[in-house]
Nanobody
Framework: QVQLVESGGGLVQAGGSLRLSCAASGRTFSNYVMAWFRQAPGKEREFVAAIRWSSVSTYYTNSVKGRFTISRDNAKNTVLLQMNSLKPEDTAVYYC?????????????????WGQGTQVTVSS
């Protein structure tokens, strides 16, 4: 069974940085897509970033391009989300997601596995 455990959330001032980690276990992930989604209070869950484990191709939603970087540590089976220049509108619960071989990486229902989420709060 695939397990995803997020860490690294917290409270930061606008303009600051945080790094989220998603520790993945339960199988090999060579053909998987790993992603981060977020959900703010009263809003729908939205795609943030994704990475294909094998090709290391990356995808970002427009609002985080140039500020967030997704990467993976193959040896530790961990996916990272480096978040810089944070804004109050980045405040949300951030979820790690994973699925094998999907094409439409921005669509939440495509992902089979989800973590419990980690809270990110950016104060103005």
């Amino acid at each position: 069974q695939v397990q995803l455990v997020e860490s690294g959330g917290g409270l930061v001032q606008a303009g600051g940085s945080l790094r989220l980690s998603c520790a993945a276990s339960g199988r090999t992930f060579s053909n998987y897509v790993m992603a981060w989604f977020r959900q703010a209070p009263g809003k729908e869950r939205e795609f943030v970033a994704a990475i294909r484990w094998s090709s290391v191709s990356t995808y970002y939603t427009n609002s985080v391009k140039g500020r967030f970087t997704i990467s993976r540590d193959n040896a530790k089976n961990t996916v990272l989300l480096q978040m810089n220049s944070l804004k109050p509108e980045d405040t949300a619960v951030y979820y790690c997601a994973a699925s094998a071989g999907i094409m439409h990486v921005t669509l939440g229902p495509m992902y089979a596995y989800w973590g419990q989420g980690t809270q990110v709060t950016v104060s103005s």
